[in-house]
């Protein structure tokens, strides 16, 4: 694979690393690293490790991260499916984890698909504050909601926005923001060859110039106090120190604070940059031919608590309600407590809050912040998609069954993972299968996967059609 790798590219990386640069180069004809982190909203990593089919071995900078190796494919078995893992690459899940999510806060992804980060920073929150996950491009935005939904998280706000736009609505608002720029790429070119056809000397520059406009929108959308993580997939310094340093000569407000897990690490390199700043030794970079992962680089930042502080946000106005429901809000709350008190009245989540019920056509969603106004701004999701409402009749959400537990169901159809009829379950056939009547969670070893609708000896399928397996 080396002898594809732009010459510019491999002229660059051989100045600065010197004589690490024959290792450097030689890791690309290594295999690539694959990793899941496991979804501690839905298990636990040493439960999981009970029952994992695959062969795992931990990554040290991730408490629940884990690398596996081929043949293994994890991506194609119903426990990917019931969202008890995500598949991500060990490196990239040292951004998340250095953010340092706290239960209550109110964190934002700022450029947020796939949902890796996203899914993680969720899993620290716990269902508790509320969880901002923007996606400026829309297609990669409804996979983000889709991410988020299987990994169970009830408490995330999915926006299609520009960085600017949520700046105007949430000045210093966030306790915690992740940027994990949009970069070049060079850190991903082992993984993903196409990288290496879409790297150029002038993409560098275009990343560079347009970080430096997603970094200002999000000091301003930090509370005075805050943390703030920069991260890449690049190994090219006017993306990663010269960025930072530029930044910080704009805010003083800021300062680089060190990094969890620093010794699986290599430090930031302040040489690289112009003016020198000596903070950066605090900052990371981790190199494919040091550890076994892909290329990444990482920085943590902490906003004085006397920065200038502004008017938050606004709140969400009342009427909003009243004018989105053709079938009425009040209507869609009753058809969603007549179906919860039926078919989940053990439900844990109280849902008594009026004010979080949000209609959008049929859909019911129940908001995490219901206080404030989302008016004028492109929202995907707003917290947990509870269901459809059709003339009083409440059909569940995909993402509510994967939000639940078992003993939250009145009905449970439960089936093991080789279990062929949880694969015909998942290829959207019904299945032969006494019970009694209503709605069903399907679960796969004890774990939501979906909802079945059993009558007269059968399970009806409701497991979503763009989701089947083929």
């Known amino acids: 694979m080396t002898k594809n790798l732009p010459t510019s590219f491999t002229e660059r990386m051989q100045t600065l690393l010197g004589h690490d640069y024959e290792a450097f180069v ?17 298990v636990g990593p040493d439960d999981f490790l009970k029952i994992s089919p695959f062969a795992l071995e931990a990554v040290p900078w991730c408490e629940n991260g884990f690398r596996y190796k081929e043949p293994d494919r994890p991506g194609k078995h119903p426990f ?8 991500q690459e060990p490196s990239a899940m040292s951004a998340a984890e250095a953010l340092g999510a706290q239960p209550g806060e109110r964190i934002l992804d700022l450029c947020a698909a796939p949902g890796g980060k996203s899914t993680q920073l969720a899993a620290f929150l716990r269902g508790q504050g509320m969880l901002v996950a923007n996606e400026i491009h829309p297609v990669r935005a409804k996979a983000l909601s889709e991410n988020l ?14 960085p600017e736009r949520l700046q105007e609505r949430f000045p210093q608002f966030f306790d915690r923001i992740l940027v994990d720029a949009p970069c070049s790429g060079e850190g991903m070119f082992r ?28 000091a301003a959308m930090l509370k005075p106090g805050g943390t703030l993580v ?50 950066l030794t605090q900052t990371a970079r981790l190199w494919p031919h040091r550890l076994q992962g892909e290329g990444h680089y990482l920085a943590k930042l902490q906003k004085s608590d006397n920065a200038e502080v502004h ?18 809000r009040k209507e869609a709350m009753a058809a969603w407590r ?22 959008f056509g049929e859909q019911l969603y129940y908001s995490p912040a219901p206080e404030l106004d989302w008016d004028k701004l492109k929202v995907a999701r707003v917290g947990l998609h509870l269901g459809t409402v059709k003339k ?7 993402a509510l069954a994967l939000s639940l537990s078992p003993a939250e169901a009145v009905r449970v159809a439960p089936y093991d993972a080789d279990d062929p009829e949880m694969l015909r379950y998942l290829k959207g056939e019904a299945l032969t299968r006494d019970g009694e009547s209503g709605w069903t969670l399907v679960t796969v070893d004890g774990f939501p996967i979906g909802w079945g609708k059993q009558s007269e000896g059968q399970l009806k399928n409701h497991y979503p059609k763009g989701l089947r397996w083929l």
């Open 26 to 42: 030689s890791s690309y004809d290594q295999p690539v690293a694959h990793g899941l982190r496991v979804n501690p909203l839905k």
């Open 80 to 87: 990917h499916s019931a969202g008890m893992y995500y598949l």
């Open 149 to 162: 939904e299987r990994c169970g998280v009830t408490n995330a706000v999915v926006t299609n926005e520009t």
């Open 191 to 218: 993984k993903l060859p196409e990288a290496i056809e879409d790297w150029s000397p002038a993409k560098v520059t275009e990343c560079h110039l347009m970080q430096g406009d997603i970094l200002e929108a999000a």
């Open 230 to 279: 920069y991260s890449t997939c690049t190994f090219a310094p006017l993306e990663n120190e010269q960025s930072l340093v530029n930044f910080l000569g704009r805010h003083p407000e800021f300062e680089i604070v060190s990094l969890p897990h620093v010794d699986c690490f290599s430090a930031g390199q302040p040489e690289w940059a112009s003016p020198y700043n000596e903070q």
């Open 311 to 328: 008017e938050p946000a606004g709140k969400r106005k009342e009427k909003r309600a009243a004018k989105s429901a053709p079938a009425g």
């Open 338 to 359: 007549t179906f919860a008190d039926e078919a989940l009245p053990a439900l844990s989540k109280p849902f008594d809050d009026e004010s979080a019920f949000l209609l």
């Open 392 to 398: 009083n009749r409440f059909e569940p959400a995909h």
